[in-house]
T-cell receptor, first 114, second 117 residues
């Protein structure tokens, strides 16, 4: 299994809603990532988890709250988002000790905040 | 800080022809890795090819090859015998060497490639 699975594929939420994005991989990767991608732009790193612990937070607003409950799952909890947070959210994973290995990406969740 | 520059926002090529996408980067690191990712309309980022900076030999993967010029900090992607399925956004990416591999990958702005029939 070489897949990173993200759910849902599409999400529309209001500014007062609370929602969660989910990401799952069964490749035994111990590094997992959240990226945000605006239209016609490259992915921007948001968070990195290493061995289920948050290791990088790229100064992301607190309305985005990541969680890594186990080595296969990564969540992104969303609360009180703004319309400018509408974007494609990509999850990725990689083997943590295999230096220089590329990240494997999911298909993303297209988020629209109304 | 590392920066990655892709100076061609859009390119097009006729089916079966060859096209080269440009990428330059800026770093003070000596050990690092370079990647080309493809993002088709399906949105998934797919690895096309990777290059280790300590290897002088240019990486190749079937129809895809790179021209890695370390001194010039250049990393171009050549696609031979272009196919309609190659139509996608192509991102050049840089990653520092590091253990553990926290994969702080930096992407260029991307080049939108259209293969015309």
């Amino acid at each position: 299994d070489t897949e990173v699975t993200q759910t849902p594929k599409h999400l529309v939420m209001g500014m007062t809603n609370k929602k969660s994005l989910k990401c799952e991989q069964h490749m035994g990767h111990r590094a997992m990532y959240w990226y945000k991608q605006k239209a016609k732009k490259p992915p921007e790193l948001m968070f990195v988890y290493s061995y289920e612990k948050l290791s990088i937070n790229e100064s992301v607003p607190s309305r985005f709250s990541p969680e890594c409950p186990n080595s296969s799952l990564l969540n992104l909890h969303l609360h009180a988002l703004q319309p400018e947070d509408s974007a494609l959210y990509l999850c990725a994973s990689s083997p943590i000790l295999k230096v220089g290995t590329e990240a494997f990406f999911g298909q993303g969740t297209r988020l629209t905040v109304v | 800080a590392q920066t990655v520059t892709q100076s061609q926002p859009e390119m097009s090529v006729q089916e079966a022809e060859t096209v080269t996408l440009s990428c330059t980067y800026d770093t003070s690191e000596n050990n690092y890795y370079l990647f080309w990712y493809k993002q088709p309309p399906s949105r998934q980022m797919i690895l096309v090819i990777r290059q280790e900076a300590y290897k002088q030999q240019n990486a190749t993967e079937n129809r895809f090859s790179v021209n890695f010029q370390k001194a010039a900090k250049s990393f171009s992607l050549k696609i031979s015998d272009s196919q309609l399925g190659d139509t996608a956004m192509y991102f050049c990416a840089f990653m520092k060497h590091g253990i553990p591999n926290n994969n702080d990958m930096r992407f260029g702005a991307g080049t939108r490639l259209t293969v015309k029939p």
